[in-house]
């Protein structure tokens, strides 16, 4: 199934567009890449949960993500 384009969402139904947040990870850095080696989900979601809430915003927002951005 291919997605609709939001344009041609009706407008009802357009949800809003959250803006990109970035945060520092680096205190807990080798803890997250140990735990998604050892592919122990319950960690990584703990780390991850531990993180957004610093975010400061929505929980919501931002409980499930699509993608991980990594910057040196």
Known sequence: MKAAHRSQVPAERVRPTLQQRSITVRYI??????????QDA??????????????????????HVSSVGIGA
């Open 29 to 38: 850095w080798g803890d997250l890449v140990d735990a998604y080696a050892a």
């Open 42 to 63: 319950d960690t990584v979601d703990e780390i991850w949960d531990d993180v957004i809430s610093d975010l400061d915003s929505d929980y919501n927002a931002y409980a």
